[in-house]
T-cell receptor, first 113, second 114 residues
Framework: KNQVEQSPQSLIILEGKNCTLQCNYTVSPFSNLRWYKQDTGRGPVSLTIMTFSENTKSNGRYTATLDADTKQSSLHITASQLSDSASYIC????????????FGAGTTVTVRA | DAGITQSPRHKVTETGTPVTLRCHQTENHRYMYWYRQDPGHGLRLIHYSYGVKDTDKGEVSDGYSVSRSKTEDFLLTLESATSSQTSVYFCAIKGQGPDTGELFFGEGSRLTVL
């Protein structure tokens, strides 16, 4: 069964600090991996999308990495801001059925002043 | 803004009553999806559609039905709501062109079944 595990489940950081979220997956054959940001009471919004050949991708202060060999991804948030408080969801797509995405349960990040 | 509107955004209903959630898109996308989101779980696929009158089941389809009579509308129906269907429901569309494969989500519909 294709699975996506995220850690930690939640974390609290001070404004201006950095943090890293982890995503491990067992989805095979791998197609791509996406990170989404979900603000409270809103729908998820895409941050990055990475294919097999990409190992780093940035979107502003967000940097995602992918190690397809170990089936791990991370999302690094640099110089956190209060607006970064949200849930971050890792989503992995299998090569054969792109519409059947495997979602992680998310990491809830709280940034405090 | 992917032009997705969900309605209603909030609903409280009683066990055994039928409920219909509506997803409306303005982008003429072919693929549309209904997910539910519960604490501790990732988003789980209920049903999806790949065209008008073309739908298929997802991983948690029991107790739900869908219809798509027009490209722009995808309806999710709970035929007889149960407390286990209390959840937040998200509609999504699959992007086309440069965003191929990307999912764009609506704002969610929070359903409480008493």
């Amino acid at each position: 069964k294709n699975q996506v595990e995220q850690s930690p489940q939640s974390l609290i950081i001070l404004e201006g600090k950095n943090c890293t979220l982890q995503c491990n997956y067992t989805v095979s054959p791998f197609s791509n991996l996406r990170w989404y940001k979900q603000d409270t009471g809103r729908g998820p919004v895409s941050l990055t999308i990475m294919t097999f050949s990409e190992n780093t991708k940035s979107n502003g202060r967000y940097t995602a990495t992918l190690d397809a060999d170990t089936k791990q991804s991370s999302l690094h948030i640099t110089a956190s801001q209060l607006s970064d408080s949200a849930s971050y969801i890792c989503v992995v797509s299998a090569l054969s059925n792109d519409y059947k995405l495997s979602f992680g349960a998310g990491t809830t990040v709280t940034v405090r002043a | 803004d992917a032009g997705i509107t969900q309605s209603p955004r909030h609903k409280v209903t009683e066990t055994g009553t039928p409920v219909t959630l509506r997803c409306h898109q303005t982008e003429n996308h072919r693929y549309m999806y209904w997910y539910r989101q519960d604490p501790g779980h990732g988003l789980r696929l209920i049903h999806y559609s790949y065209g008008v009158k073309d739908t298929d089941k997802g991983e948690v389809s029991d107790g739900y039905s869908v219809s798509r009579s027009k490209t722009e509308d995808f309806l999710l129906t709970l035929e007889s709501a149960t407390s286990s269907q209390t959840s937040v429901y998200f509609c999504a569309i699959k992007g086309q062109g440069p965003d191929t494969g990307e999912l764009f989500f609506g704002e969610g519909s929070r359903l409480t079944v008493l």
